[in-house]
């Protein structure tokens, strides 16, 4: 089983002052905080990025019941539980149908904001989880490599004092992001940092700790001159912060449009981010993870929709948010999962580990056509009955970096000339 993209990397805090966050950043442990603010500054008040956000489906999606082959005649006899009835037909192809729980991006699609690979994988596929999403984070399938495929595009083209160019809107940092040479960041979201006093809060601890912030201001010897200091960037971090905090756990940052609620952070990630980007943050790679668990051996129909539901909801919000705030051409969002599922369900009301699954790509930018086709399950199952690939998703990296970051793929992606580039961006 090959290690994660970016195992090893050191992390250590820091305070995005124009934000008012704490981030954890990986590689760039060798600058100073003013360096960083210094990039970050920098970074921002330069010409726009383009932005790259990269969203995980954990599990394997069960790609044909995202994308269900209703008119292909082999669907109902192998899925005599699963096989879904009625829906929307995908425009490109009338042998699939929408998902219910995807009327966000159906909706999208309808306004050509939404591109769809309905079997997109590659040769030769491993259905164990971590060998496979390995392959798409690194963006190859050797197990040995160490850097995630936008850490290699950014080792090419970031900045060594920007952590924010790569961002991982979550609890660790996404092994696509893994860098060997310029520092990435991890963030929960940007109200998710507070302090805590034991048995003390309301105006006595806001006193507490405005006096606090008062240390560093007193002539002290050596030791006290050093607690002074950290009070002080103490102090800094809580004025910055409290603009951010929640309030009766809302974030304090608005949204020009309504989210989701949920339990999940992916809505609030996503709403957060939108506010990132307005704040005029020098985001280029961002990775989140959706909503859901979809390693769906059994109940899948529960599971799947559920998941599905949220995810598509939050991204039409998400896009929503961005035009709202003419933002909306500056990013570019991919979905994708590590493989879809087996055709034949399982006895568990569930499917298995397959091969090719369904991918999207949203934004105002994208082409609109579809990646590949579905091959059918007459003649397109190989021979362990998963659907067979008919777009690799390195062709499908080549291209984004190629048409949409600007850079040859060959100096990212391994043996980038024998992939087939599909027109992704118009």
């Given amino acids: 089983m090959p290690l994660p993209a970016g195992t090893g990397l050191t992390q250590r805090r820091f305070l995005v002052g124009s934000l008012g966050a704490a981030v954890a950043v990986y590689g760039g442990s060798r600058l100073g905080l003013g360096m960083l603010e210094e990039g970050i500054a920098a970074a921002a008040s330069g010409p726009a990025a383009p932005v790259l956000i990269s969203i995980f489906l954990e599990g394997g999606a069960d790609g044909l019941s995202v994308l269900s082959p209703q008119g292909d005649p082999l669907y109902t006899k192998l899925r005599p539980q699963l096989a879904l009835t009625g829906g929307t037909p995908l425009a490109e192809d009338d042998r699939l149908y929408w998902h219910p729980a995807l009327g966000g991006l159906q909706q999208l699609y309808t306004e050509k904001k939404v591109t769809v690979m309905p079997a997109v994988g590659y040769t030769h596929a491993d259905q164990s989880h971590f060998t496979s999403r390995h392959y798409w984070e690194v963006g190859a399938t050797e197990a040995n490599l160490r850097t995630g495929w936008l850490g290699r595009y950014l080792d090419r083209t970031g900045k060594k004092d920007n952590p924010l160019q790569g961002l991982s809107l979550d609890y660790a940092l996404a092994p696509a992001l893994a860098t060997a040479k310029v520092p990435v960041a991890s963030i929960s979201g940007p109200d998710q940092y507070d302090f805590y006093s034991r048995r003390v809060w309301g105006q006595v601890e806001q006193r507490m700790l405005e006096t606090v912030g008062l240390m560093g201001d007193q002539p002290a010897d050596a030791g006290l001159r050093t607690a002074g200091s950290i009070a002080v960037q103490v102090d800094r971090l809580r004025r ?113 580990h397959g091969a090719a699954g369904v991918g999207f790509l949203m934004g105002t930018r994208v082409a609109g056509k579809m990646v590949g086709e579905f091959p059918g399950l007459q003649r397109g199952l190989d021979g362990d009955g998963n659907v067979s690939a008919t777009s690799d998703f390195r062709g499908v990296y080549a291209a984004l970096l190629e048409q949409w970051l600007g850079v040859d793929a060959a100096a990212v992606i391994p043996k980038a000339a024998s992939f087939a580039r599909p027109r992704l961006v118009a």
């Fill in 240 to 352: 910055q912060l409290l603009p951010f905090q929640s309030q009766d756990e809302q974030p304090s940052y608005t949204s020009p449009v309504a989210y989701p609620q949920s339990d999940d952070p992916f809505p609030q990630r996503l709403a957060g981010l939108a506010a990132m980007l307005a704040a005029g943050l020098p985001l280029h790679c961002v990775a989140l993870t959706a909503p859901g668990e979809y390693d769906t051996h059994a109940d899948e129909p529960t599971a799947l929709s559920d998941g599905l539901q949220l995810t598509s909801d939050s991204l039409l919000a998400f896009q929503r948010d961005l035009e709202a705030r003419g933002l909306a051409n500056r990013v570019l969002v991919h979905i994708w999962s590590e493989f879809g599922r087996r055709a034949e369900e399982n006895g568990d009301s569930g499917t298995d």
